[in-house]
């Protein structure tokens, strides 16, 4: 069983999301991707039957046609997108940018070659800066979707992307009811056995039925 992922060039100027009250979230996510962080991508390539690398080659692809000269990677995790920019686009400037640093470090050490400790909320980077900017499985991860994307606005140059990689419940309802089961039972009982957190993975399907259905 595979969850379903999506992507999407957004248009920020269509309208922004108003995230639910979570004020402690911030907190609470740092805590748990640090604890898993040196299983997470065995976990993630398990859990999702291997598509998670196949999603991200996809998301590489279709900005590889862009041709962006600088990219800024936010919530790159351990990297994994970021290293198939790289590897689509050699010539790029491509930098990972996360709040953990323990994420940071395995990044670096799988390959990537430039990275920055930094909140999505809070990037610390001059207006306009980049030419594409990406984000895999990171958005439902934010404190303030809004605050998130309007940094990432922020950010790009004038007619620049921004490509949202994130998760979603399939449209057709039977799809969905096994989706379901599987996000709710089967995912936290495996994240359970594979990172010793069932929590972290209690927490993924929650921010899937929490987030805005695309």
């Not at 398990?46 to 000269?69: F, K, T």
């Not at 491509?94 to 920055?116: S, Y």
């Not at 994130?166 to 039977?174: G, K, Y």
């Amino acid at each position: 069983m595979q969850l379903a992922a999506k992507l999407a060039v957004l248009n920020l100027g269509a309208g922004v999301l108003s995230s639910p009250d979570m004020s402690t979230q911030a907190a609470r996510v740092r805590e748990m991707f640090s604890s898993i962080a040196t299983r997470y991508d065995i976990a993630n390539h398990l859990l999702s039957c291997g598509m998670d690398v196949y999603w991200r080659r996809r998301a590489a692809e279709i900005v590889s046609a862009w041709r962006p000269p600088r990219i800024a990677d936010v919530a790159t995790g351990t990297g994994d997108l970021a290293l198939a920019l790289q590897k689509q686009l050699p010539e790029a400037e491509i930098t990972g940018v996360d709040f953990l640093p323990e994420m940071l470090e395995l990044a670096k050490r799988k390959g990537v070659r430039q990275t920055v400790l930094a909140d999505a909320m809070n990037l610390p980077f001059r207006n306009g800066s980049f030419d594409c900017v990406t984000i895999a499985f990171g958005l439902r991860n934010i404190e303030s979707w809004a605050t998130g994307l309007a940094e990432m606005s922020r950010v790009l140059k004038t007619n620049g992307h921004l490509l949202v990689l994130e998760f979603s419940l399939p449209t057709t309802p039977i799809l969905r009811a096994v989706y379901r089961s599987y996000l709710h039972r089967c995912l936290p009982l495996l994240g359970s056995f594979l990172t010793g957190r069932k929590n972290a993975y209690d927490y993924l399907g929650d921010s899937i039925e929490d987030f805005p259905k695309q």
